[in-house]
Structures are given as C-alpha cells and as structure tokens.
C-alpha cells in the first residue's frame, strides 16, 4: 500500500475508533499495529479487508442494541452482579488479536513474497523462483488464507449479532436433539443467524473480488504477469469462499457448544455473560450457603454496621471480608441454598476470545490447504520468495 494513502488511512481508522469509543485503549494500540501490518502489503487488499470487518462489525454490533441488553445479562466476574449486557468485548485489544492475528501474519509473509519477486523484477539477473506482481489463476495461497480469515470472524460477528434477534428461538448445535436454548448460548443457532453469517462472508469477498488484482490477458505475457482468471473461474473463487466464510459461523458455533461453558441465571433464565468474553464464576454446590436464620442465630443482637468488613466466625459457617453473610447480595445462591446460577451447556476450557482465535486459524489453514490441493501447490512452495 502506498504510504501517501497508508499513513492518512491508519490515522484516520485510529481516531474514529477513538471518537466513537470503538476501542479500549489497549484495543487502540493494537489496532494501529495490525492496521501497519496490513498496510506493509503492496496492494490494498489486505488494508480494505480489515477496515470493511472493523465498520462493518462494528455498525452491525449497534443494530438494536438496546433490544439486546435484554436479551441477556453481564457479569462483572464475580458471584453475582448481574447488569445489563454490554458489548464490551468487541473494543478489547484480545478480541482484535483473535480475529486479526492470522490475518496480520499471512499479510506480513505474502508482502515479503512480492517485494522479493519486484526486486527479481527490477534486476532480471537475481535468482529465485519465478513469481507474478498480480494475482494469477492457481497463483499464491497465502491471499486464499487472508480473506479467508475476514470473511469466517465476519460471519460469525454477523451472526452473533444478528441470530440473538430472531424471532424463533435458537437450538444448540452440539445437542443430539437440537435442543432449545436460551438467547445467547455458545453453540445456540438460528436459521435468521445462519442467513446472516452469509451476508457477513458475502461483504467481505465481495470486498476482495474488487481489490484483488486479478491477472488479465493485458498483463499475460508481461514481467510480473500470470495465468490471467476468466469470468467463470472469479465466480467460483468467489461462491466458494463466500460459503467457506460462512460456515466459519457454523464452526465457531461447535466450537463454543462444546468448549466453552454458558452459564445460566436461574432468577431471570438468561445467559450470563463474562465481561470481555471471559469465562463466568459459578457458585461452588459442593459449599453450603448459611440461610438467613442461621446468620441471625450467629449475629445475635449486633448491627449490620458493627460487622462491616469483618467476618462472623462460627463452627460451620465458612465466611470471610469478601463475603459477609449478612450481604445476601455477594453470594451466587437464593437464601435457600440453591445457586442463582447453573451451566447450561459447554466446557469451561475456553472463552471467546480462544475459541474465535481457534476458528480464525483453523478457517485460514483449511482454506489454504484447500487451495494448495487444488491447484496442485506443494506445501513446501507456500512460503516461497
């Protein structure tokens, strides 16, 4: 990319992101770096792709946002204190890294690939393997990869953001029966949702069937030039990756059906979510809870202000500072021992952020692979300069 249209480009995504609170300022720095990242590459594609995700996740993330928050609560990471959902998690500088890191690195590589071959270009007498400044038919895989990875982590933004909204109510995908969960269960899908991870992919390769700088019959023949692509073969490229993107949704949503824990509130019957995408505590059920009885039986006759930031030391009765038992509202249970919060669905090995990363990367290599069996490309020549 152009460093006269590089620098005002960063710098422009960078202070939208900041005016509009799109980003922590962790998110910030870390966007600006991926956004270099992307920008070392000599054509725009890369660039665009990341700036159609980050507009279009982040437009897509507003629709209806107040019918969201209701749809589910937040926790703050601790035993109760339950509020209203907040999209916290798409401004986080892990949430950038998950979806963008596969990307970032395929950029930085498939840049150092042309860069090499323009300078073979520029002196005819350096050796190295013959290579092509556009894109040819059947030509380098690393791009398959790149857009591959935007158009999976859009589908999925798109249908998380969207799927919460349908008017029937999700399955879990990971269920034998196909199972009705609540709004907001990892693994949880709608057809509105599936429809909607589509559109997502669609924007994204759509987005790179403009930018890419296709081979043509004006640059076969040409140095740098390559296999020019007929109409037929940009369709295919195109309805293929679109569906590939696609079903990056249907991945993540396995994924997260089964390695990541979804946690219920007992009181409303929604999912709670960790703020950030972090895993939610549950109470332990193998603890018991005292019951406001026995907290009077061992307080007595003092007053709720003389046991302020002291616990009530009782045989039996396991307290501390963190949690007083006369603060019903620090204890993840009713006052009848029962927890407030159960597991719906899921493993506690993962949160979101892992497990979109684990389909980010997974989406590219396969696409990658993919490609590299179809047009008969040794692995050991992906990497090539």
Same mark, same amino acid.
């Not at 790179?208 to 930018?211: L, Y």
């Given at each position: 990319m152009k460093l006269i249209i590089a620098v005002p480009a960063i710098c422009a995504l960078v202070i939208r992101a900041y005016t509009k609170n799109s980003l922590t300022t962790p998110?910030?720095?870390? =966007?600006?770096?991926?956004?270099? *990242? %992307? *920008?070392? %590459?000599?054509w725009n594609l890369p660039f665009v792709l990341l700036v159609v995700f980050f507009l279009a996740g982040t437009r897509v993330t507003h629709i209806k946002e107040d019918v969201k928050a209701k749809l589910t609560v937040a926790s703050k990471g601790s035993s109760g204190g339950e509020g209203p959902r907040t999209h916290v998690q798409g401004r986080r500088a892990d949430f950038l890294l998950a979806n963008s890191l596969? =990307?970032?690195?395929?950029?930085?590589? %498939?840049?150092?690939q042309l860069y090499a071959r323009q300078a073979r270009v520029a002196d005819p007498n350096k050796a190295g393997p013959e290579g092509t400044l556009c894109y040819a038919w059947g030509g380098d895989i690393l791009i398959v990869g790149i857009i591959a990875n935007y158009a999976a982590v859009a589908a999925d933004t798109f249908s998380s953001e969207l799927g919460i909204l349908a008017k029937s109510e999700p399955r879990l995908i990971t269920s034998p029966t196909l199972r009705k969960v609540p709004r907001g269960t990892n693994g949880a899908v709608t057809l509105w949702g599936l429809g909607a991870g589509l559109f997502g992919s669609m924007i994204i390769v759509s987005a790179?069937?403009? $930018?890419l700088p296709f081979c043509s019959d004006k640059t076969a023949g040409h140095v740098g030039g390559g296999s020019p692509w007929t109409q037929a073969?940009?369709? &295919?490229? &195109?309805?293929t990756l679109v569906i590939w993107g696609a079903l990056g949704s249907v991945l993540d949503s396995i994924?997260?059906?089964? $390695?990541?824990?979804?946690?219920?509130?007992?009181?409303s019957g929604k999912i709670v979510e960790g703020e950030g995408g972090v895993r939610v505590l549950v109470s332990d059920s193998s603890s018991k809870v005292p019951?406001?009885?026995?907290v009077k039986q061992v307080v007595g006759d003092k007053t709720s202000d003389q046991l302020q930031g002291s616990a009530v030391e009782t045989p039996g009765l396991k307290t501390d500072a963190k949690h007083n038992p006369i603060d019903k509202h620090r204890r993840s249970s009713f006052g009848d021992e029962q927890p407030s919060r159960v597991v719906e669905s899921g493993w506690d090995l993962l949160d979101n952020n892992d497990v979109n990363f684990l389909m980010a990367v997974t989406m590219s290599v396969g696409a990658m692979a993919g490609a590299g069996w179809y047009f008969d490309i040794p692995v050991e020549d992906v990497l090539k300069v």
């Open positions: 998110g910030l720095v870390v =966007a600006a770096l991926t956004a270099i *990242a %992307h *920008a070392y %590459h000599p596969v =990307a970032s690195v395929l950029t930085v590589l %498939h840049a150092n790179a069937t403009v $930018f073969e940009r369709r &295919m490229f &195109m309805g994924l997260g059906g089964l $390695f990541q824990r979804s946690v219920r509130d007992v009181r019951s406001r009885a026995q």
